[in-house]
């Protein structure tokens, strides 16, 4: 019963939804001043992302006359949820080792609910600039899945024995050294930051978006306190994934001493390249995107794998 | 299976109110209908009841960016008319503040052709480096915009010769940045991958078409009114007129940044040979007789005809910006393409609505059944319902 509690706890607080969300916020705000100053702007104050979210949850919830009512509601849930649960496992594992078997399996599954939420709530949503979001939300899952998977399991095969624990990942690496070490790793590291962006929707892949093509595309009927899970939702993500990606290649987060501090720093390297990114590219066409991830980006990845398998 | 995607009326792209319909297939677009007339104002009617004086201030509101064009225009057609030489040095201050005009527009479009592709630091670095144009216009001119610069006979006001040395340096480094841009953007393959190959105008239907402009000039055409029939000081300065033979927006993107460096140019040389002397030809009336003032505004051929009476106001002005030739361009442009290169190609003529748009009530068979008089009546009558029923 305890131990139950202590789950949902550990879920709904820390260091599941409640923590996640602040510290996505703030992540997102470290986005928004990076970006700033590289736009020669002076960027908002921290308390922003804090005061958009808190704004909209207070607005009214407009749904679309030929709307779907409860896709349309319940999609936003979905992912929030799903990255809620992604951040909570990937915590109890770096700091008590609590993993089981298949657990990367189920994170990689975990992080591809949001996009198919948004694609649930943009297709319920009936709206055509919706809809042409949708299929192009549609189109990148399918072009960054493939590399992003292959390149998650170039760090499985590097580690021996083999597994598919993320605690016998970490543990691998506390006794071996940390998996970007390794030449296949640093190319599955690569791959793995543009999925990153891809599953952002940051430029150059915020193509279901796009402000001045489709206006928002996937959630321009979204409004009120279903948006503002929406905007959490992308903090959140913001800051999970990066963690996901420490744990699985660059020896997971060390919660004591000068190790806090590591962690703080591995951290912002990752969120500064995935800014630096989003500001000096345009936009791709979703044609150009899906060739990109299957051209070069999956012979990369493929590249990685068989380097991991000859044992670089 | 075709869908319908709207463009508008209200879109991030636009600026002003316009709707445009896409039918698509998938990402496909199949055709294009633009549906103008959301925001007109009237100008033509509110022109013939203004004297030729306040005329000029008035059609410099037409556009808040072509304010210069507009301006020199009409009062080339009142010159026209009146048959008016003006002094050597009006002509070269006219000519250097409608250059700078030029500048800061092309740099605007560099910056909201970068928003649109969704490159937001192009945008806003785009926008930084149009700040000090606007800062010379300011020094010239004593405003960013609306300059209340051109009159009939010369230009209003005189300037310093101490204004001149800072706006030649801000020009130097205009165009440092601005090769620094053209490079940045020539050599990103994302950009090029954007830009290149994408909306294509073929020469023949940009003939056919009538575009203006730069527009025209990215596809190979020929023409600039500076110098096919040179008004200002455009015939004492060395330029050359950018053409591009491509078609493309990139081509479109090219023409406009080097038309930049062409600027700065004639800038340069224009304030080192300014003659000294009178500002302006003293105008006692516009006698009876009709005229007509064209130059090229940064978008394309701005027109303007004025009929006297011998009054001191015309009986009619009518005046043309460029943009109702470029828009009809984008049907063929955009046939073929898909829906997120739709917005950039609609772009790429650097559209300026509320300064293209004309209103006539027609009935179906073409005969006017409304003048101008009657339509401001029924706003009025709108105006009023609304105040009693709001």
Request: net charge neutral; charged share 20%; proline share 5%.
């Amino acid at each position: 019963m305890a131990s139950t509690l202590r789950l949902v706890l550990s879920f709904l607080i820390f260091p599941g939804l409640l923590f996640t969300a602040v510290i996505g916020l703030v992540t997102q705000w470290i986005d928004r001043k990076v970006s700033a100053l590289v736009q020669w702007r002076v960027g908002p104050p921290w308390y922003q992302p804090f005061a958009d979210v808190l704004k909209l949850m207070g607005k009214e919830i407009v749904i679309p006359a030929g709307a779907r009512r409860a896709g349309f509601l319940i999609a936003p849930m979905a992912g929030f949820a799903a990255i809620g649960v992604v951040s909570t496992m990937l915590w109890l594992t770096n700091m008590h080792g609590t993993g089981f078997v298949g657990d990367l399996i189920g994170v990689i599954y975990l992080l591809t609910i949001p996009s198919l939420g948004i694609i649930l709530g943009a297709s319920a949503s009936s709206n055509p600039l919706s809809s042409v979001g949708a299929s192009r939300e549609m189109k990148l899952v399918l072009a960054y899945e493939l590399p992003f998977v292959i390149a998650i399991f170039t760090a499985v095969t590097k580690v021996s024995p083999m597994t598919l624990r993320l605690d016998g990942i970490l543990e691998y690496q506390a006794a071996n050294g940390v998996l970007l070490g390794n030449a296949s790793c640093i190319l599955a590291f690569i791959v793995c930051i543009l999925v990153v962006q891809a599953k952002l929707t940051y430029p150059p892949f915020d193509i279901p978006e796009a402000d001045t093509e489709l206006m928002e595309g996937t959630h321009i009927e979204y409004s009120g306190a279903a948006l503002a899970v929406i905007k959490l939702q992308q903090a959140m993500m913001l800051f999970t994934l990066p963690i996901f990606l420490i744990t699985v290649f660059w020896g997971g987060l060390v919660l004591s001493g000068w190790g806090i501090l590591y962690t703080i720093v591995k951290y912002v390297i990752i969120i500064v390249i995935i800014v630096l990114i989003k500001n000096t590219t345009p936009r791709v066409r979703i044609d150009q995107a899906v060739r990109f991830f299957w051209g070069p980006v999956t012979v990369i990845a493929v590249v990685g794998m068989i380097l991991a398998i000859l044992g670089f | 299976m075709s869908t319908t995607i709207p463009i508008g009326p209200f879109h991030p792209v636009l600026e002003e109110p316009e709707y445009i319909t896409l039918q698509v297939e998938g990402e496909t677009v199949l055709s294009a209908d633009i549906e103008l007339g959301r925001i007109h104002r009237g100008m033509e009617l509110l022109a013939e009841e203004k004297t030729f004086d306040q005329d000029v201030f008035l059609v410099e509101r037409i556009c808040g960016i072509c304010s210069a064009s507009h301006s020199w225009a009409a009062t080339l057609a009142m010159e026209d008319i009146g048959g008016i030489t003006i002094p050597d040095r009006a002509r070269y201050l006219r000519t250097i503040v409608h250059e700078l005009e030029r500048l800061h527009s092309h740099m605007l479009w560099v910056g909201l052709a970068g928003h649109i592709i969704g490159y937001w630091t192009v945008f806003m670095w785009g926008w930084k480096y149009r700040e000090p144009v606007l800062d010379a216009l300011e020094a010239i001119t004593g405003n960013r915009n609306n300059y209340a610069w051109y009159c009939p006979g010369g230009v209003r006001r005189d300037v310093p010769d101490e204004v001149w040395p800072p706006v030649l340096k801000s020009m130097d480094e205009f165009a440092e940045k601005t090769n620094l841009l053209i490079g940045a953007i020539l050599n990103d393959p994302v950009i090029l991958g954007r830009l290149k190959g994408v909306g294509i105008l073929t020469k023949e239907d940009a003939i056919a078409y009538g575009t203006l402009g730069p527009t025209a000039r990215g596809s190979g055409v020929d023409i600039d009114v500076r110098r096919d029939e040179s008004y200002g000081a455009y015939d004492e300065v060395d330029w050359k007129v950018i053409t591009q033979p491509d078609g493309d927006c990139l081509a479109v993107a090219v023409v406009r940044l080097l038309e930049m460096i062409e600027a700065t140019k004639i800038i340069k040389q224009c304030i080192k040979n300014l003659p000294k002397g009178e500002i302006r030809s003293e105008v006692r009336e516009i006698p009876r007789g009709e005229g007509i003032g064209h130059i090229e505004a940064p978008r394309g051929e701005s027109f303007h005809f004025i009929r006297s009476n011998g009054t001191n106001m015309p009986v009619r002005h009518k005046m043309r910006a460029p943009t109702f030739l470029n828009i009809p361009s984008y049907r063929p442009r955009v046939k073929g393409e898909t829906i997120s290169d739709a917005t950039l190609i609609f772009a790429v003529i650097d559209p300026c609505y509320s300064c293209t748009e004309r209103m006539a009530a027609v009935d179906p068979g073409g005969k006017r059944i409304a003048n101008g008089h009657d339509l401001i009546k029924l706003s009025h009558e709108k105006t009023e319902w609304l105040k009693k029923n709001l």
